[in-house]
C-alpha cells in the first residue's frame, strides 16, 4: 500500500515544513507539495526543501486557492500510483504514529460497515486545546464526523472515483466541507479518530475575550460569499446553514467590537455578500 501525503504551502514557514515532511512514522510514503506561495524567495526555499527531503514540489505559480493545489497534488498521488492519499496544511504537524493509527481505526470500520470511510485526525492546539469536535461514538475513541477538516484527513482512491476533487472555483473557505457533505451525500461515511493527533498551530489573530480567531480582512470575502453559496444547497447540513446564517448577521457586530481594521473588514464583508448575489467564484482579482 502507497500512502500520497499532500501538502498545501504559501509562503511557509520552512523549518516547521521540515518537521511536517519528516514527521511520519511508515513505509510507503511519499510526499507531494503544492506550492502557492506568492513571495520568490518562500517558493525557492520550499523547492529547496522537498529536493532535500525527496519530495515531489509542484509549483501553482501563484495563489490558485487551497482546492486547485489540493486537487493537482491528489492527481500526482494517484498518478504515482498511491492508494490512499493523506491531506496536510502547512501549520499541521503530525504525531509521528497519527498515520498508523488512522489506518488501524480504518481497518476496524471496514470490518464493522463493510465499506471504506474517510478517517480524520484530531487537532490539537499546542496549548492543548482539543479543535475537533465530536460528535456520536461508533467504536471505542471513533466517532461520527460531520464538518470535515481536509488537514489529517485520509481518503481512499476508490472515494476520489465516486466524490471526485475538491470544488476549485471555491479558492478557499468551505473548500474541505463541501467535499465532506457531498462526500456524505453520496453514502460515504466519516469518521475521527481521537488518539490519531494532529498538532495545529492557531494563527496570531485571536480576539481572547471571545476566543475567537480572525484572519486577513480579505478573508471575510471568501468566509460570507462560500457560506451563503452553502446555504443554498441541498445536501449541505440544514443545523450549519441555521447557525451560519445567525453568524452572518452577528459577526459585523462583531468585527466592530472586536477586530482590528474594522472599515476595510466591513467592506469585504460587504463585497462577500455582493459578490454572491452576482455569482462570482474564484479569486477575488480574477
Same mark, same amino acid.
Given at each position: 500500500?502507497?500512502?500520497?501525503?499532500?501538502?498545501?504551502?504559501?509562503?511557509?514557514?520552512?523549518?516547521?515544513?521540515?518537521?511536517?515532511?519528516?514527521?511520519? &512514522?511508515?513505509?510507503?510514503?511519499?510526499?507531494?507539495?503544492? #506550492?502557492?506561495?506568492? !513571495?520568490?524567495?518562500?517558493?525557492?526555499?520550499?523547492?529547496?526543501?522537498?529536493?532535500?527531503?525527496?519530495?515531489?514540489?509542484?509549483?501553482?505559480?501563484?495563489?490558485?486557492?487551497?482546492?486547485?493545489?489540493?486537487? &493537482?497534488? @491528489?492527481?500526482?498521488?494517484? %498518478? &504515482?500510483?498511491?492508494?490512499?492519499?493523506?491531506?496536510?496544511?502547512? #501549520?499541521?504537524?503530525?504525531?509521528?504514529?497519527? $498515520?498508523?493509527?488512522?489506518? !488501524?481505526?480504518?481497518?476496524?470500520?471496514?470490518?464493522?460497515?463493510?465499506? /471504506?470511510?474517510?478517517?480524520?485526525?484530531?487537532? /490539537?492546539?499546542?496549548?492543548?486545546?482539543?479543535?475537533?469536535?465530536?460528535?456520536?461514538?461508533?467504536?471505542?475513541? /471513533?466517532?461520527?464526523?460531520?464538518?470535515?477538516?481536509?488537514?489529517?484527513?485520509?481518503?481512499?482512491?476508490?472515494?476520489? !472515483?465516486?466524490?471526485?476533487?475538491?470544488?476549485?472555483?471555491?479558492?478557499? !473557505?468551505?473548500? #474541505?466541507?463541501?467535499?465532506?457533505?457531498?462526500?456524505?451525500?453520496?453514502?460515504?461515511?466519516?469518521? @475521527?479518530?481521537?488518539?490519531?493527533? $494532529?498538532?495545529?498551530?492557531?494563527?496570531?489573530? %485571536?480576539?481572547?475575550?471571545?476566543?475567537?480567531?480572525?484572519?486577513?480582512?480579505?478573508?471575510?470575502?471568501?468566509?460570507?460569499?462560500?457560506?451563503?453559496?452553502?446555504?443554498?444547497?441541498?445536501?449541505?447540513?440544514?443545523?450549519?446553514?441555521?447557525?451560519?446564517?445567525?453568524?452572518?448577521?452577528?459577526?459585523?457586530?462583531?468585527? @466592530?467590537?472586536?477586530?482590528?481594521?474594522? @472599515?476595510?473588514?466591513?467592506?469585504?464583508?460587504?463585497?462577500?455578500?455582493?459578490?454572491?448575489? %452576482?455569482? &462570482?467564484?474564484?479569486?477575488?482579482?480574477?
Amino acid at each position: 500500500m502507497l500512502t500520497g501525503i499532500v501538502i498545501v504551502t504559501y509562503n511557509s514557514d520552512i523549518e516547521r515544513l521540515g518537521l511536517i515532511l519528516t514527521s511520519l &512514522e511508515g513505509h510507503g510514503l511519499k510526499y507531494f507539495v503544492s #506550492d502557492n506561495s506568492t !513571495d520568490f524567495e518562500k517558493k525557492s526555499a520550499i523547492q529547496n526543501i522537498c529536493n532535500t527531503l525527496n519530495a515531489s514540489f509542484i509549483d501553482m505559480y501563484g495563489n490558485v486557492g487551497i482546492a486547485k493545489a489540493q486537487n &493537482e497534488g @491528489i492527481l500526482l498521488a494517484l %498518478r &504515482e500510483g498511491c492508494d490512499d492519499v493523506l491531506l496536510l496544511d502547512d #501549520d499541521s504537524l503530525p504525531s509521528s504514529d497519527m $498515520l498508523k493509527k488512522l489506518l !488501524d481505526a480504518r481497518n476496524l470500520l471496514v470490518h464493522k460497515t463493510g465499506t /471504506i470511510p474517510v478517517v480524520c485526525a484530531n487537532a /490539537i492546539a499546542e496549548n492543548g486545546q482539543t479543535l475537533s469536535y465530536f460528535q456520536k461514538p461508533v467504536i471505542d475513541g /471513533i466517532f461520527a464526523y460531520r464538518d470535515m477538516i481536509s488537514s489529517g484527513t485520509l481518503i481512499n482512491k476508490s472515494i476520489f !472515483d465516486l466524490v471526485g476533487l475538491h470544488e476549485e472555483k471555491l479558492f478557499i !473557505d468551505c473548500v #474541505d466541507y463541501e467535499w465532506g457533505w457531498r462526500a456524505a451525500s453520496l453514502g460515504v461515511n466519516i469518521f @475521527i479518530v481521537k488518539n490519531a493527533v $494532529l498538532n495545529h498551530r492557531l494563527g496570531n489573530g %485571536r480576539v481572547k475575550a471571545i476566543n475567537a480567531g480572525y484572519g486577513a480582512p480579505i478573508r471575510h470575502y471568501y468566509q460570507y460569499r462560500n457560506i451563503l453559496y452553502m446555504m443554498s444547497r441541498h445536501y449541505v447540513p440544514l443545523a450549519w446553514r441555521v447557525s451560519q446564517f445567525f453568524k452572518l448577521l452577528i459577526k459585523p457586530i462583531v468585527i @466592530i467590537v472586536f477586530f482590528d481594521k474594522k @472599515i476595510t473588514r466591513l467592506k469585504y464583508v460587504f463585497k462577500g455578500i455582493t459578490g454572491f448575489i %452576482r455569482k &462570482e467564484y474564484g479569486n477575488i482579482v480574477s
